[in-house]
């Protein structure tokens, strides 16, 4: 049973550039969550994407965006690159979204690691 | 907004001493609670979780934590720690069933062999 999986691992841009980091869900899992985890810090969500909508939105400003694919994959683009965005961009995937019942556990993967030059 | 806080942002101990790691949360209605670890190089990963029932909660690896809602703090425990335990400890919130979790901003542990 495959768990979370992010892609790439590492990635180095420069500023104004456009990324986008992608995850596949732990199998069975519909709903996925993206996270920034900034250095020393404790991850803060970013949105929350099931059936292929945005769900949820935490404190991060357009330039951040999302996709969700019918297999339950999902995207996250970020454009016009700041040296701030330099962080571990965390996905998680869990199986029942908030708006149904109680939320399950979340499963992170890995992360990707991105630095801004 | 709900907030996440942990009382220490370091802790050093030797193997063998009793681990106490402070969460406190700012939110007034229904709540689950997490504290997930993450070892040097690792993702997160679950310790354990509170959702309803036993405000006493048991996890993996010998940790502990216990609800009480009056302080609104979730503290995790272990009676006795290796050196294995060194991480990063995080404490989470999610609040009325959303799928939004809060962070707290963590404590680093480094348990001394």
């Known amino acids: 049973d495959a768990g979370v999986t992010q892609s790439p691992t590492h990635l180095i841009k420069t500023r104004g550039q456009q990324v986008t980091l992608r995850c596949s869900p732990k199998?069975?899992?519909?709903?996925v969550s993206w996270y920034q985890q900034a250095l020393g810090q404790g991850p803060q969500f970013i949105f929350q994407?099931?059936?292929?909508?945005?769900?949820q939105r935490g404190n991060f400003p357009d330039r951040f965006s999302g996709h969700q694919f019918p297999n339950y994959s999902s995207e996250l683009n970020v454009n016009a690159l700041l040296l701030g965005d330099s962080a571990l961009y965390l996905c998680?995937?869990?199986?029942?979204?908030?708006?149904?019942?109680?939320?399950?556990?979340?499963?992170f993967g890995p992360g990707t690691r991105l630095t801004v030059l | 907004a709900q907030s996440v806080s942990q009382h220490n942002h370091h802790v050093i101990l030797s193997e063998a001493a009793s681990l106490e790691l402070g969460c406190n949360y700012s939110?007034?209605?229904?709540?689950?609670l997490f504290w997930y670890v993450q070892y040097p190089g690792q993702h997160l990963q679950l310790l354990l979780k509170?959702?309803?029932?036993?405000?006493l909660v048991k996890g993996i690896k010998g940790f502990e934590a216990e609800f009480i809602k009056s302080k609104f703090s979730f503290n995790l425990r272990k009676p006795s720690v290796q050196w294995s335990d060194t991480a990063e400890y995080f404490c989470?919130?999610?609040?009325?069933?959303?799928?939004?979790?809060?962070f707290g901003p963590g404590t680093r542990l480094s348990v001394l062999p």
């Open positions: 998680a995937s869990s199986l029942v979204p908030g708006i149904l019942g109680p939320t399950d556990t979340q499963y």
């Open positions: 199998s069975g899992h519909d709903t």
């Open positions: 994407y099931y059936e292929e909508e945005e769900r």
């Open positions: 939110y007034g209605g229904t709540v689950n």
């Open positions: 509170y959702f309803s029932g036993d405000p």
């Open positions: 989470a919130v999610n609040a009325d069933y959303g799928q939004n979790f809060v």
